[in-house]
């Protein structure tokens, strides 16, 4: 089984300030059709996850410029240039490499 | 607009047994991998498994296989997961997700969640 590994667990941010989230995997997840399927999701408190970023860095519909995807291989990172008070919640990153999926810990963002 | 609406909360007691469901609209239901996640209370999402609508093939995570069943009913484009004894440690919400990727087999991830249903495992 894949191994996602998320850094922090947690974090306290100002509005406005940057904020960046790591996740580790223990097997590349670079598919042999040459896309790496690592995503990125916010569960916002009380609601279901959504889609923020996939395939390491494609922004999903509607979601802001602020939220950016970056990685290859094993070691991937979500970053938010200036954090806003909506963007609370807890961050999950995901592989799907072969039809089995394994999320990450998550990260649970505040503000301060 | 991609939907997926999940069957209401459920309260059931330890050993009893439960269906819940997950209807998708506004796409081709039978071309899409449909996932199902647990979060148990405070936890994080864990994969169970996934289905095939067009020909009911499944995969399931090894954590899942033998406690759950998933199927599917094309005609009504609608997704089941059900258990024929349920345990406490079953209470959790369930959320059904459309998967999305290039090809049927390759990679892919989760693109639209239903609502959740809370399901209550409790003597």
């Known amino acids: 089984d894949i191994v996602m590994t998320q850094t922090p667990l947690s974090l306290s941010v100002t509005p406005g300030q940057p904020a960046s989230i790591s996740c580790k995997s223990s097997q590349s997840l670079l598919h042999s059709d040459g896309k790496t399927y690592l995503y990125w999701y916010l569960q916002k408190p009380g609601q279901s996850p959504q889609l923020l970023i996939y395939?390491?860095?494609s922004r999903f519909s509607g979601v802001p410029a602020r939220f950016s995807g970056s990685g290859s291989g094993t070691d991937f990172t979500l970053k938010i240039s200036r954090v806003e008070a909506e963007d609370v919640g807890v961050y999950y990153c995901m592989q799907g490499i072969h039809l089995m999926y394994t999320f990450g810990q998550g990260t649970k963002l505040e503000i301060k | 607009e991609v939907q997926l609406v999940q069957s209401g909360a459920e309260v059931k007691k330890p050993g009893e047994s439960l269906k819940i469901s997950c209807k998708g609209s506004?796409?081709?239901?039978?071309?899409?991998?449909i996932g199902w996640v647990r979060q148990m209370p405070g936890k994080g999402l864990e994969w169970m498994g996934v289905?095939?609508?067009?020909?009911?093939?499944?995969r399931y995570s090894p954590s899942f296989q033998g406690q759950v069943t998933i199927s599917a009913d094309k005609s009504i484009s609608t997704a089941y997961l059900q258990w024929s004894s349920l345990k406490a440690s079953d209470t959790a919400i369930y959320y059904c997700?459309?998967?999305?990727?290039?090809?049927?087999?390759?990679?892919?991830?989760?693109?639209?969640w239903g609502q959740g249903t809370l399901v209550t495992v409790s003597s």
């Open positions: 997700a459309k998967v999305v990727g290039l090809t049927r087999w390759g990679g892919s991830g989760f693109e639209d």
């Open positions: 506004e796409y081709t239901f039978t071309s899409n991998w």
């Open positions: 289905i095939y609508p067009g020909d009911s093939e499944t």
């Open positions: 395939e390491v860095s």
